[in-house]
T-cell receptor
Framework: AQSVAQPEDQVNVAEGNPLTVKCTYS??????LFWYVQYPNRGLQFLLK??????LVKGSYGFEAEFNKSQTSFHLKKPSALVSDSALYFC????????????FGAGTTVTVRA | DGGITQSPKYLFRKEGQNVTLSCEQNLNHDAMYWYRQDPGQGLRLIYYSQIVNDFQKGDIAEGYSVSREKKESFPLTVTSAQKNPTAFYLCASSIGGPVRNTEAFFGQGTRLTVV
């Protein structure tokens, strides 16, 4: 079975400081990993994904994520956070097999204070 | 204007009534998904479909039903058997077929309130 864990319910940082949102996954094969962001009462917006190749993936709005196979992690990072980055962030995993099942973590609320 | 359309945005129903949530996409995607979102629980998969006339149960399918008669449409029915139907429901789609590494695109959601 595939699953995703986001160990932190909330992350609070000051504007201009680095932002990290943690994600660990559990799958029996090679995973496809995704990060999404959600603003209040809206759908999810895609930020970035890891398929294969470079462990550091760059995405939208200055976000990047680092895939670590030995630690089964895919942490989202931004070098300098903005107040407008305050939102709910979700990590997701799809097993690279015939199944299209896409599983999400519980989400992490990010608050960036001015 | 391509995308996924969920309707209505807000839906109110009396307890014991079935209700159907609409999801339409014009992205020519094969795979479609329904998720339920509750505060603090993230997105939980209800049903997903990899191709027309085929669908699989997700993690919380009890009390829900779906159909996939057309590629563009994946309606979700919340039946009276669903014990706690009040939630935010999200529909998504992805390319599908032999391509499994693409991201999913989401609709804007339907907030269902059962009174």
């Amino acid at each position: 079975a595939q699953s995703v864990a986001q160990p932190e319910d909330q992350v609070n940082v000051a504007e201009g400081n680095p932002l990290t949102v943690k994600c660990t996954y559990s799958v029996s094969g090679n995973p496809y990993l995704f990060w999404y962001v959600q603003y209040p009462n809206r759908g999810l917006q895609f930020l970035l994904k890891y398929i294969t190749g470079d462990n550091l993936v760059k995405g939208s709005y200055g976000f990047e994520a680092e895939f670590n196979k030995s630690q089964t992690s895919f942490h989202l990072k931004k070098p300098s956070a903005l107040v407008s980055d305050s939102a709910l962030y979700f990590c997701a995993v799809r097993l690279g097999s015939n199944d299209y099942k896409l599983s999400f973590g519980a989400g992490t609320t990010v608050t960036v204070r001015a | 204007d391509g995308g996924i359309t969920q309707s209505p945005k807000y839906l109110f129903r009396k307890e014991g009534q079935n209700v159907t949530l609409s999801c339409e996409q014009n992205l020519n995607h094969d795979a479609m998904y329904w998720y339920r979102q509750d505060p603090g629980q993230g997105l939980r998969l209800i049903y997903y479909s990899q191709i027309v006339n085929d669908f699989q149960k997700g993690d919380i399918a009890e009390g829900y039903s779906v159909s996939r008669e057309k590629k563009e449409s994946f309606p979700l029915t919340v039946t009276s058997a669903q014990k706690n139907p009040t939630a935010f429901y999200l529909c998504a789609s992805s390319i599908g077929g032999p391509v499994r590494n693409t991201e999913a695109f989401f609709g804007q959601g339907t907030r269902l309130t059962v009174v």
